[in-house]
């Protein structure tokens, strides 16, 4: 059983080692005490011997006071030092502490801050990036177009001047070739129409427009159907396409492409 119960508290238990560090203190008083009555005996009781005989026994007393009082005041002295030691380490665990947490915070707070530039990001280029066909879509697609493809008259324009719609309008009719389309043609236009964006679509007999543009919207292309007379709607050419797609610059943020007399559509 240690001295120190476990239940004492910390006031009680350095208020004992101060009461144990007194008495060690008068302790030592007492030996020195001692060792000066011891001298004063001696001094005034002398027995005629010779000065070793009388005083050694005093020196030897003196070196063994001596001895007391330095264990008395040095163990003082490495109790407070310790002491010290140990406040100075409780003070750094706490310290260490503090920063680790603040650490932890500043990370979660650079963290978010990094998922929310990621999802900036994610974001502008969402609206900033190119329409483009994917190879999901292009298989998908050109499956499912193999039956179509002899009746296809295709005509694809695109914005003049506009190397996005430019790019996808090659894309589109790279996915009709490969479906087997021979017939297709390609240029610049402009809608006269004023706020025209986005994907326009077109057709006649022989060409079942509705079953493509099921096909396009199953595979999540997007755009609108028109309703116009393609003989009519093209009389540049000398033979009017039955298939009709006009890509439109891409529409801005947020832009609501519905207007009256169109129909919209999935694709």
Do not use: C
């Not at 543009?213 to 609108?224: D, P």
């Amino acid at each position: 059983m240690s001295i120190a119960d476990d239940g004492d508290s910390e006031e009680k238990l350095r208020k004992d080692e101060a009461r144990y560090e007194s008495l060690a203190i008068w302790g030592g008083i007492a030996v020195v005490f001692g060792l000066i009555v011891e001298v004063a005996l001696t001094a005034v009781f002398a027995k005629g011997q010779s000065i070793v005989e009388e005083w050694g026994p005093v020196g030897a007393d003196a070196l063994v006071a001596l001895g007391v009082a330095g264990e008395v005041l040095f163990a003082a002295r490495a109790r407070s030092k310790t002491e010290a030691l140990k406040n100075l380490s409780d003070q750094k665990v706490v310290e260490a502490k503090m920063t680790a947490a603040q650490a932890h915070e500043r990370a979660a707070v650079l963290e978010k801050e990094a998922a929310d530039a990621r999802e900036r990001t994610a974001a502008i280029e969402k609206l900033t990036a190119w329409r483009r066909i994917t190879p999901q879509q292009y298989s998908q697609i050109v499956d499912a177009l193999r039956e179509q493809a002899p009746l296809i008259d295709l005509m694809v324009e695109y914005e003049r001047g506009d190397s996005e719609a430019f790019s996808y309008a090659r894309e589109i009719a790279w996915l009709f070739e490969s479906a087997g389309v021979t017939k297709i043609r390609a240029d610049a236009n402009s809608y006269l129409t004023p706020g025209t964006f986005g994907l326009r679509i077109a057709g006649s007999p022989p060409v079942n427009l509705d079953l493509i543009t099921e096909i396009l919207s199953t595979a999540g292309l997007t755009g609108f159907i028109d309703q116009i007379d393609l003989s009519q709607h093209l009389p540049r050419n000398l033979i009017a396409p039955n298939l009709y797609f006009f890509v439109a610059p891409r529409p801005p943020p947020y832009f609501d492409l519905r207007k009256p007399g169109v129909r919209e559509s999935s694709i």
